[in-house]
């Protein structure tokens, strides 16, 4: 199966439609989205146009995805995914460093600034790595993405996907840190232009998937 028909069989499956989005901007982007399921990633992947799909590098837990050779393969082959350490780090672990390099290389990346999937799908404080990457790369845009009713489709700990429509909103660009504002109030920001999305996602009903690649 290609790229391609995966992603289409993504969206089919999951009821989320093909982000209409610009694909090249000229900059590299970083996507944010609220995070509750181990779909969320391949979600935001299956959505993007086939061009930007190409240059999307999900940022995923390495203690997860990097346990057991098919699903490394799986993340790091088909979605192509920057593997990085959670919980305690040490001196020599460095995950800004290596989101950066994702960037340094005209690609874009998918993060998730919440850090941990949320169990009842409120969206929890940011982290500071979104802050990190966006005052070290300020040319980057930055894009929110709402992604909703993913933690029912599959919900922590299950292994099978239920027969819910999921819906995936793409935000306008968010600004980047301004030059007085400090690290909370940035993040509070940014947050906010997600649930943003997520107000308008409870007004809008979702569409068919598309069925183009």
């Known amino acids: 199966m290609t790229r391609h028909a995966l992603a289409w069989l993504i969206r089919l499956i999951t009821g989320v439609r093909r982000s209409r989005e610009q694909e090249n901007s000229g900059h590299a982007k970083i ?3 609220n995070h509750s399921s181990h779909l969320d990633f391949v979600v935001i992947w299956a959505a ?4 930007s799909r190409e240059r999307a590098r999900p940022v995923a837990a390495a203690d997860y995805w990097g346990r057991g050779p098919f699903r490394r393969w799986l993340v790091t082959t088909v979605f192509k995914a920057v593997l990085v350490p959670r919980g305690k780090l040490t001196r020599d672990d ?3 460093g290596m989101m950066g390099a994702v960037l ?3 690609n874009d990346l998918i993060i998730f600034p919440e850090g941990t999937r949320s169990l009842d799908g409120r969206v ?3 982290r500071h790595g979104l802050f990190a990457l966006a005052r070290r790369y300020p040319q980057a845009e ?3 993405v709402y992604l909703e ?5 599959l919900p922590k700990g299950e292994f099978f996907l239920l027969p819910l429509m999921g819906n995936a909103i793409f935000g306008h660009p968010c600004a980047g840190p301004r030059e007085t504002e400090t690290r909370h109030d940035f993040l509070v920001r940014a947050r906010e232009s997600l649930l943003e999305l997520a107000g308008n996602a409870l007004e809008s009903t979702p569409l068919s998937p598309s069925d183009e690649h």
Do not use: S, T
């Not at 993007?48 to 061009?51: D, E, F, G, R, S």
């Not at 009713?149 to 489709?153: F, S």
């Open 94 to 96: 460095d995950p800004i």
């Open 31 to 33: 996507y944010f989205a």
């Open 142 to 144: 930055l894009v929110p």
């Open 104 to 106: 340094e290389e005209g």
């Open 48 to 51: 993007l146009p086939a061009v």
């Open 124 to 126: 929890a404080e940011f």
């Open 149 to 153: 009713n993913l933690n029912r489709i």
